[in-house]
């Protein structure tokens, strides 16, 4: 079987949604059929102006596929099982991908909700995982806005109170985003963005949401889209923080630049700026992604060359050896993978001259 040693290119997946949009930009190129991509993403042709308002387009989705190398033409999953470790890296024992990651683009908002960790999904939701999640803006409209976490002294019973006269959301902090900012969103925050919002969220590779109030909306099929309120409230953490207006590491690099944004035990998040030619090799352990958010150019192996663009999924095998990504216009990359938290981040920056508590303050245990 031939070797994962070389970048491999992936196709995303595009979720229509009630609160989406029509317009990706500035991630992905303004499509020349709109309801052809979202037919494409669903195996279907839409049937109603909504189908056409994409809401979140996943990039590492079960069902992205591979436009080259060894595995081209299967599904991330269908490749997962096949290759193993020798895609995920030695350090992923589990058969599916290990991260789930997409953009998000808003024109409503999107339900109040939380997720479970890990214990109570396998406990209550045989089969899942729990979710822990992360944001980063890559833009807000003004006046833009989102939810996170309880407002001191709020409780369950209030929350319960909330959901049931449709209020949750004044019981909730909100806070206007910025660009470039990222937000930690741990099991049992309770959480709603807003309209206006183009993010790229992080997470683990699961879709387990419990949705507390949706507004008395009805869902892309007519029907009003179901709640969770016992599973939703046994979860919610009203003690969790607010895990936003994180400090901002970023050094500069020969390449250009490096930002350490935030890491947990499930992920782990860097933003590249490229403005000149940067030359990396594979990292034995695990599989790297990096998600094109800016620019174009070329990713070059001693095989030969392919083009990168704004939008583009490039995964990064263990055993890739030595590549280049060289910037025909200035790039910006989010670079994510499961991290080890020391190796990765606390090490590294403490070399650097970072205090200790500025570090902790982007790792989270």
């Known amino acids: 079987m031939p070797k994962l040693d070389c970048p491999l290119q992936l196709s995303p997946v595009f979720k229509p949604k009630i609160w989406g949009r029509e317009s990706l930009e500035p991630v992905f190129a303004p499509p020349e059929d709109k309801r052809a991509r979202c037919a494409a993403s669903r195996g279907s042709t839409p049937e109603t102006r909504?189908?056409?308002?994409?809401?979140?387009?996943?990039?590492?989705?079960?069902?992205?596929?591979?436009?080259?190398?060894?595995?081209?033409?299967?599904?991330?999953?269908?490749?997962s099982r096949k290759y193993g470790s020798e895609l995920h890296g030695s350090g992923w024992k589990e058969e599916r991908f290990p991260i789930l990651?997409?953009?998000?683009?808003?024109?409503?908002?999107?339900?109040?909700?939380?997720?479970?960790?890990?214990?109570?999904?396998?406990?209550h939701d045989p089969g899942h995982t729990g979710?822990?999640?992360?944001?980063?803006?890559?833009r807000a409209d003004r006046g833009a806005s989102a939810l996170l976490g309880l407002k001191p002294g709020a409780t369950k019973e209030a929350l319960r109170a909330g959901l049931e006269k449709r209020s949750s959301r004044q019981l909730l902090r909100q806070f206007h985003p910025r660009a470039r900012e990222a937000v930690f969103v741990p099991p049992g925050m309770v959480h709603a963005l807003g309209p206006g919002l183009v993010l790229?969220?992080?997470?683990?590779?699961s879709d387990l949401t419990y949705r507390l109030d949706d507004f008395g909306r009805v869902g892309l099929d007519g029907k009003p889209r179901p709640l969770h309120w016992e599973k939703g409230l046994a979860v919610t953490r009203v003690d969790w923080p607010a895990l936003r207006d994180l400090p901002r590491v970023e050094f500069r690099e020969p390449f250009g630049s490096r930002r350490y944004v935030l890491t947990c035990p499930h992920f782990a998040l860097e933003e590249i700026g490229l403005q000149k030619k940067a030359t990396w090799t594979g990292s034995p352990q695990r599989i790297e992604v990096?998600?094109?958010?800016?620019?174009?150019?070329?990713v070059e192996t001693e095989a030969g060359w392919l083009g990168y663009r704004s939008g583009d999924t490039w995964l990064i095998p263990p055993a890739t050896g030595r590549y280049r990504l060289v910037p025909a216009r200035k790039t910006r990359i989010l670079k994510f993978y499961v991290p080890d938290l020391e190796?990765?981040?606390?090490?590294?920056?403490?070399?650097?001259?970072?205090?200790?508590?500025?570090?902790?303050?982007?790792?989270?245990?």
């Open 200 to 205: 790229f969220e992080v997470e683990e590779n």
């Open 290 to 298: 990096f998600s094109m958010l800016e620019g174009e150019g070329r």
């Open 343 to 365: 190796k990765d981040f606390r090490r590294p920056l403490l070399k650097r001259g970072v205090a200790r508590r500025k570090i902790e303050k982007i790792c989270f245990n």
């Open 50 to 79: 909504d189908d056409t308002l994409i809401g979140e387009v996943w990039i590492t989705d079960d069902a992205s596929r591979f436009l080259n190398g060894p595995p081209v033409g299967l599904t991330l999953a269908e490749a």
């Open 131 to 138: 979710k822990c999640e992360m944001w980063y803006f890559v």
């Open 101 to 123: 990651a997409k953009y998000i683009f808003t024109s409503d908002w999107l339900s109040v909700q939380v997720h479970p960790d890990d214990d109570y999904a396998r406990a």
